[in-house]
């Protein structure tokens, strides 16, 4: 009897304990004029339920508290925003004061002059000096003739192969943005940059706790290494100037002084490039590989369209611009791809005033999780909204309208958007030009971020 009374009044005192924490936390961030929502638990918040029910988690809030709530995510107090007219407004108004949100993990890892890290006049010279490289010239004249090399090398001897399709685009993203970045000196780097890389991605999401082991310690350790690599290839350039044309090359050689970056931007923005262009071109690429074995349809359509590319081509002649421009269908089917699979869930924004927004107060400092997922399953812009049809792309206007944040948007938009596009279609078109595969299994997982926990496995054979 003792011990159940003593059983009992433990988990009396735990509840109060508990119903305090979370009252407390609440009271904390109690401010007039706050969306609703809640908050959590004090330092905690709401990560863990956010973390593992993900889309959810968004749903169920959005049912109870409206399409702009708050909570506590992620480490920081945070409004989320799933109205697709707010989102649209926060994206375009960044003079406003809704300036890039990324976790301090990141900014730490990818260096303080990087694009995210900077706004204002200095975002301004930043944005321009990458434009200057991924402009859609550059892509035309120098990226993408060294893009379609590079796939048709990439992509041979796949045949009588089982290969994991979700380790090979990593590699295809990485190898490929470095190979843009620094040229025949990629070759000499690869190795001691792949694993430093590897740990610098992991680091970017972790908590910023300085402590020998964890993520964040490893991905600033393998900042520094990438960082002293780099230096090292700009010094030789700089004392045996090269003429590669590569990314590295345009820097170094800038003469507008509007885009001239010192050495430290330089490295910055070389490494933002790579580290852009990574998840975002190789998860796309797995998931086209994967809604394409499960849509036979939609394969033949497209294989139809590299095969007239092809039929007035010698087996290793290369695919130029005019090529390129006409693969209708495959832009389509790499929209369709990153909409349903939804490889970017939202993009982050902190306020750097106390704002007014939508009617509701957002104190200085706080996070906008800009939550764009749901849009891509509104049944108004996209019928059937759960099914891969590659087909309502080729309706051109759906590219442009109001709400296609696939992309990001406003001043933000990413700029790497055609290279991307290019590099997917470079590798689609040798994949499906080549080879038929079979899939084995493979559960994906959608969020936080869309990945096969497993690896894709799928048996390549010669066509
Ligand atoms: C399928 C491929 C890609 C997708 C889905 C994608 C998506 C996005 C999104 C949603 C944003 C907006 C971020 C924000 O507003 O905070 C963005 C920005 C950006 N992207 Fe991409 N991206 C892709 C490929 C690339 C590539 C290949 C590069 C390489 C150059 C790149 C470089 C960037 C940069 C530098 C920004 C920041 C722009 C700024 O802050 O002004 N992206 N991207």
Not at 213 to 233: D, E, F, M, P, Q
Not at 328 to 356: C, D, H, P, W, Y
Not at 448 to 461: F, K, T, Y
């Amino acid at each position: 009897m003792a011990v159940l009374v003593l059983v009992f009044g433990v988990v009396v005192l735990g509840l109060c304990i508990c119903t305090a924490l979370l009252r407390w936390n609440e009271v904390r961030y109690r401010k007039k004029g706050l969306p609703p929502g809640t908050m959590g638990w004090p330092v905690f918040g709401e990560t863990t339920e956010f973390l593992k029910q993900g889309p959810n988690f968004m749903k169920n809030k959005r049912a109870r508290y409206g399409s702009l709530f708050k909570s506590h995510i992620l480490g920081s107090p945070t409004i989320i925003s799933m109205d697709p007219e707010v989102n649209r407004y926060i994206l375009l108004n960044e003079a406003k004061g809704y300036v890039p949100g990324y976790p301090q993990s990141m900014l730490d890892i990818l260096g303080k002059c990087n694009i995210s890290a900077v706004h204002g006049p200095t975002h301004k010279t930043i944005r321009g000096a990458m434009l200057s490289l991924i402009s859609p010239i550059m892509i035309r004249d120098r990226l993408q003739p060294k893009i379609d090399a590079f796939m048709r090398s990439h992509l041979s001897s796949w045949d009588g192969k089982t290969i994991d399709i979700q380790k090979k685009t990593k590699e295809m993203a990485l190898l490929v943005s470095l190979m843009q970045i620094v040229g025949h000196e990629s070759n000499l780097i690869v190795e001691a940059f792949k694993s430093e890389f590897y740990k610098l991605v992991l680091g970017t999401l972790s908590l910023p706790i300085s402590l020998p082991g964890t993520n964040y310690s490893n991905g600033l350790l393998a900042r520094k290494n990438i960082v002293n690599i780099l230096k090292t290839i700009m010094e030789g350039r700089r004392a045996c100037p090269s003429n590669q044309q590569d990314m590295l090359d345009c820097m170094l050689r800038e003469e507008d002084p509007r885009y001239k970056l010192n050495d430290e931007e330089m490295i910055d923005q070389l490494i933002t490039i790579v580290f852009s262009g990574y998840e975002t071109v190789s998860t796309t690429s797995m998931m086209a590989v994967k809604y394409l074995y499960d849509h036979p349809k939609a394969l033949d359509k497209l294989r139809e369209e590299h095969f007239t590319i092809r039929k007035n081509k010698g087996p290793e002649e290369p695919i130029n611009w005019n090529d390129y421009k006409s693969m209708s269908f495959t832009r389509a089917v790499i929209f369709e791809t990153a909409r349903l699979a939804t490889i970017v869930n939202g993009v982050l924004r902190k306020t750097t005033q106390e704002m007014e927004l939508n009617g509701f107060v957002i104190p200085k400092g706080w996070r906008i999780y800009v939550y764009t997922r749901e849009i891509n399953y509104d049944p108004l812009l996209y019928p059937d909204p759960f099914t891969f049809n590659p087909w309502r792309w080729m309706d051109k206007s759906l590219e442009s309208h109001n709400y296609f944040f696939l992309f990001g948007g406003g001043g933000r938009l990413c700029p790497g958007k055609e290279l991307g596009i290019v590099k997917i279609s470079m590798f689609l078109h040798y994949f499906v030009t080549r080879y038929r595969w079979e899939q084995d299994g493979g559960e994906i997982r959608k969020f936080p971020r869309v990945e096969a926990p497993n690896g894709l496995h799928i048996r390549v054979s010669n066509l």
